[in-house]
């Protein structure tokens, strides 16, 4: 993340939380600008606002991007350009934290600190960060099918299971009724393969003058059954669930006590001091 993203990822989150309470972005970035009473413009890097039903009220916020606290200095030259400007309050968000003086100075202006930054080691406490599971899984397979002929053992190579569960290919019996060769093997696999947990092989035989056929019909053979061979496969499925996933940003309110966890996806939860949920933004 950069300074840009930073201050993108502020907007979006005071817009996510201003929603039910009528608050609207009126700016951000390079080209949020006004000009104030010394007649001097002042770039500004999220403008917010909201009313009453009777007065408009701005609330100008800084985004510090910064690896080091933000001093008093900064709070008093971001105190100073709201005044100028007749912006009604001041926010200061930063990744780091804040200096005692700045905090003071801070709570005494009544501008207002916030720390966003991503978790860190004491923020997990009490929660599980991350989950990996591997699960073993087993799969039926089918290993060979064949259609069963007076000639000989005929393979319409559906050892591949591709061909088998295509539904290209269907069985006609004598009393006109139709199977797909794909109910078929789904059906030796769910219930033999599956319920016997083994490598099974099955014959089943067909009613004299039964026809496996294209659907098309373009290809016609008389069969007398089939033989089917199958098993169980397992492979390991990894599952893993990142905290990063569901807690991407922790912001924090310096004198409210407010605290939030920020996704990835904008989803927006608040935590009372006991750390219970207060509410959910979207």
Not at 17 to 25: A, C, Q, R, T
Not at 72 to 97: F, H, L, P, Q, Y
Not at 201 to 217: A, L, Q, V, Y
Request: glycine content about 6%; aromatic content about 10%; overall charge negative.
């Amino acid at each position: 993340m950069n300074w840009q993203e930073y201050e993108e990822l502020v907007k979006n989150i005071y817009e996510i939380l201003g929603k039910g309470n009528g608050v609207k972005i009126e700016c951000y970035g390079n080209n949020c600008r006004r000009i104030g009473k010394s007649s001097v413009e002042h770039q500004i890097d999220v403008l917010t606002s909201h009313s009453d039903g009777i007065h408009n009220y701005l609330t100008a916020i800084e985004c510090k991007y910064w690896n080091e606290k933000v001093t008093k200095d900064t709070v008093m030259k971001v105190k100073e350009i709201v005044d100028d400007c007749n912006i009604d309050k001041a926010v200061i968000v930063s990744k780091i934290g804040f200096t005692p003086d700045a905090i003071s100075y801070a709570k005494f202006v009544k501008v207002e600190l916030v720390e966003l930054r991503e978790p860190i080691d004491e923020d997990w406490e009490g929660r599980v960060k991350d989950i990996i599971v591997n699960m073993h899984v087993q799969s039926p397979q089918l290993i060979s099918y064949e259609n069963l002929v007076d000639q000989q053992e005929y393979d319409v190579q559906t050892s591949k299971q591709k061909f088998v569960f295509a539904e290209d290919y269907i069985y006609q019996f004598p009393d006109c009724t139709t199977q797909t060769i794909k109910s078929i093997a789904e059906n030796f696999l769910r219930i033999k393969v599956i319920i016997l947990n083994n490598e099974v092989e099955e014959k089943i035989d067909f009613p004299e003058g039964t026809i496996f056929r294209s659907k098309d019909k373009s290809y016609l053979l008389k069969v007398k059954g089939v033989k089917l061979k199958g098993k169980l496969t397992e492979f390991v499925e990894k599952i893993e669930i990142r905290g990063e996933n569901y807690i991407w940003m922790i912001m924090k309110t310096v004198f409210e006590g407010k605290r939030f966890t920020v996704t990835k996806e904008g989803e927006i939860r608040e935590f009372g001091n006991d750390k219970t949920l207060n509410n959910v933004y979207k």
